[in-house]
């Protein structure tokens, strides 16, 4: 039997020192290259939370100048003798347009798809397009503590029915929105007028305030409840004036951004046979700039 020589030991017990510094410093560069990837990822994470975050707020600013196409469903409850049920889909896409350095044109168009509990027959529900709204707000690019726009708000004659789903009457009038943000908080207003022209003259009045308050993840509380009079109607029969609010949050489907909300409002004011209750559901696809 053959013994190893004190030589051949030495060399044996280098061999594996060598062989475990190499295995020790390949563990270490896994271990550097995990670490790395690892931050990597919760940066890349941050920074979509962080885009996230900002694009919920822009989302909250009626100003922003983002292409954006919300579908806002509103369903009202308790319509008419019957507590039948209203709804209203409305298509809302906007398209800001840059008129120089200082002043951007944010055009608002509101294409409502109406179900009527009652119908032309007065029982059976029919469905059918309302008239177009069309807002052209003009606002300053430049930042300040009360973002603001003004221009004319247009009633455009496309209702299907004259009875059931509009007036099919052209109609104009102004139009104001002004917003401030602070910290977590955006709020603000949109206020308008329309009168129309024709056989059927209107006189209609809008309010809506809204008041956002941004959580962390995109998350946020809302409350933008419509006030709307009707001025030619009889008194104690022209307003509708709810309260409430709901929540949201904006995320990424892929690459698409979206924003999503509820909300639900009880009209605390109203005229005879109009519903008590609302429930407001929106999607929102968002296109934000890309930035050069």
Known sequence: MNCLT?????????EITKNFMKLKYLLLICLVSI????????????SIEDEEAALAKATQNPLAAMYSLPFQNNTTFGVGSDSKTQNVLNIQPVIPIGLGEKVNLINRVIIPVITQPYGSDGVNSSTGVGDISYTAWLAPTKASKITWGVGPVL?????SDSD???????????SIVALTTIDKWVAGV???NVWTFGDAQENKFLFQYFVNYNLPNAWYIVSAPIL?????ADSGEQWIVPFGGGG?????LGKQPINVNAQTYYNAVRPDGWGDWQFRFQVQLLFPKKPK
């Open 6 to 14: 004190t030589q051949q030991w030495k060399n044996g017990v280098q």
């Open 35 to 46: 670490c790395t990837s690892l931050l990597a990822q919760d940066e890349d994470k941050a």
């Open 155 to 159: 009633q455009i004659p496309t209702a």
């Open 164 to 174: 059931e789903f509009g007036s099919r009457e052209f109609g104009i009038g102004p």
């Open 190 to 192: 949109v206020i308008n």
């Open 228 to 232: 709307t009079s009707n001025w030619t």
């Open 248 to 252: 949201g949050k904006v995320f990424k």
